[in-house]
């Protein structure tokens, strides 16, 4: 497998998102990625993406042309596009902008290396298909040394008229007492002064879970 060296993800929307950048950031630098601030000297281009807001989407369009045109002359370029946009556009991305490699919706964060593996194989992937998310054990790159962001709870199952947030990120999926118990001990061990527990529906945290009570809930 051949792999790019230089990464750069632009992150847009919500607190999940830039916690999925986060991980997704860790999970290319264990691959032996290094980040570029500059996202004209990268390898690779990830756009995590939000369609809450139509400026950031619009945004996203804009960025992506610039890079489109960018792989016209430099083939090894890798385009990634995440998040919501993603999951909501699907393989419209792909006739859009044909030079995408990876379209992923936000509950394929974790996956990212494997996605990853079959794009540099020669395939041009969409990964935006249901699924139960897995838990990742690689680090993530944090932007902050004092504060972390750590994921309780994903997607929501409310279906509120004005809201697309179910539609593009999936029923909730609690993740397990002690899997958020020992993250929160390992960021204590590293110093980390400040955690932010996040969710789209925070207070739907443990309904799913077999063996959870309403007292254990909160």
Known sequence: MKSPHRYHITTFGCQMNKADSERMAGILENMGFEYSEDPNHANLVLYNTCTIRDNAEQKVYSYLGRQAKRKHEQPDLTLVVAGCVAQQEGETLLRRVPE????MGPQHANRL??????????????????????????????????????????GCNERCTYCVVPNVRGKEQSRT???????????????????????????????????VTESGRH
């Open 100 to 103: 995408l490699d990876l379209v």
């Open 113 to 154: 290396r494997d996605l990853l593996e079959q794009v540099f194989d020669g395939n041009q992937v969409v990964a935006t298909e249901a699924i139960q998310i897995a838990e990742d054990i690689t680090k993530p790159r944090r932007d902050s040394s004092i504060s972390a962001w750590v994921n309780v709870i994903y």
């Open 177 to 211: 007492p002690e899997a958020i118990r020992t993250e929160m001990e390992v960021l204590g061990q590293q110093g980390y002064q400040e955690i932010t527990l996040l969710g789209q529906n925070i207070d739907a945290y443990g309904r799913d879970l077999p063996g």
